[in-house]
């Protein structure tokens, strides 16, 4: 490839790449079909014809733009929780990253999966399924790290891994919602609070601790 066709394809993607950034933190707050070609083209001072260039259609910009919070998601909260061991400290550094994720205003919206689900659940499509697939594979995620605590015997085999994966993120959730809605900062010491008192009733430290005093 000549140099000047290599500078033009490196120009194109970091191009893309900024569009992307803001497209995402505009989704995250105003909802992926608050996304136009038209806006973006506002915000990054570019032509429109430059904004379609890159994607070609509303819903290719919402695919990318998903896929985009994806990768900021894996970075900032998947791959920081692989460091812990596998098991209840994984499941509880995952819970913790991602609560981080959102108390740090990572995207201006809060939890962009949490918004995009709620703007896009009775919407078929392949933005659905895209935002579908996602949800699912991060709950899918949570329930083997708590039945890999199972093979540890670090929780009963009793326990329903969906169950208490539905519980625990139901925590983050309603810490997200609080602190958007209502701007509560304290939501998210509800959330860590009830967090850690689940695992360790479903790790049968809250009872071991009781029978020793």
């Known amino acids: 490839m000549k140099p000047a066709v290599l500078y033009h394809t490196d120009q194109a993607t970091e191009t893309r790449r900024e569009i992307l950034q803001v497209a995402v933190d505009i989704a995250s707050a105003e909802g992926l079909e608050g996304l136009s070609i038209g806006r973006l083209a506002a915000e990054l001072k570019m032509s429109k014809t430059g904004i379609f260039a890159h994607f070609g259609s509303k819903e290719h910009l919402q695919l990318a733009t998903v896929e ?14 692989l460091k812990s061991a596998r098991g209840l400290p994984r499941l509880k550094a995952m819970l913790e990253h991602w609560l981080g994720y959102v108390e740090r205003i990572v995207f201006r919206g809060g939890c962009f999966f949490a918004a995009a689900s709620a703007e896009f659940d009775s919407r078929p499509g392949v933005v659905r399924d895209q935002i579908a ?20 015997k670090e929780v009963p085999t009793s326990l329903k891994p969906a169950q208490l994966a539905f519980e625990l993120h139901a925590y983050v959730q309603e810490a997200n919602w609080a602190f958007k809605l209502f701007n509560d900062k304290s939501a998210f010491l509800l959330a860590r609070r009830a967090i850690a008192d689940r695992i360790a009733i479903a790790s049968g430290e809250r009872v071991l601790n009781k029978s020793k005093r």
């Open 68 to 81: 985009t919070a994806k990768q900021i998601f894996l970075e900032k909260v998947v791959q920081p929780a």
């Open 133 to 152: 697939g996602l949800t699912k594979a991060w709950m899918a995620g949570l329930q083997e790290e708590i039945a890999f605590a199972q093979s540890k």
